[in-house]
């Protein structure tokens, strides 16, 4: 069964950091965008960051400022993103994503972690 499971959520002071993982399995993980997106309360889901299948390139959301990097590990099926400088405004639900890049385009969300940035 193709499941995308995100973990590394909690509470953190301003301007600490946080890492998150998404480990994926019933997928050819390979093949697939990895991205992180997010959801405050009242607002609409946002990317976060990407990463291509082979992980030579990834995009980042402008608010993004230097402070997050996207990466992925093939042979343990994961995607992390690690945190740095993290903002009140980062608190959200982070989503892990996953979009396959070549026929069929499958795609699928995790569950969501929570992010909580607070003193």
């Known amino acids: 069964q193709a499941q995308l499971v995100e973990s590394g959520g909690g509470l953190v002071q301003p301007g600490g950091s946080l890492r998150l993982s998404c480990a994926a399995a019933?997928?050819?993980?390979?093949?697939?965008?990895m991205g992180w997106y997010r959801q405050a309360p009242g607002k609409r889901r946002e990317m976060v960051a990407k990463i291509t299948p082979n992980g030579d390139s990834s995009n980042y959301a402008d608010f993004v400022e230097g402070r997050f990097t996207i990466s992925r590990d093939d042979a343990k099926n994961t995607v992390y993103l690690l945190m740095n400088v993290l903002k009140p405004e980062d608190t959200a639900v982070y989503y892990c994503y996953a979009q396959r890049s070549r026929y069929p385009f499958n795609n699928l969300w995790g569950q969501g972690a929570q992010v909580t940035v607070s003193s």
């Open positions: 019933g997928i050819d993980f390979s093949f697939y965008v």
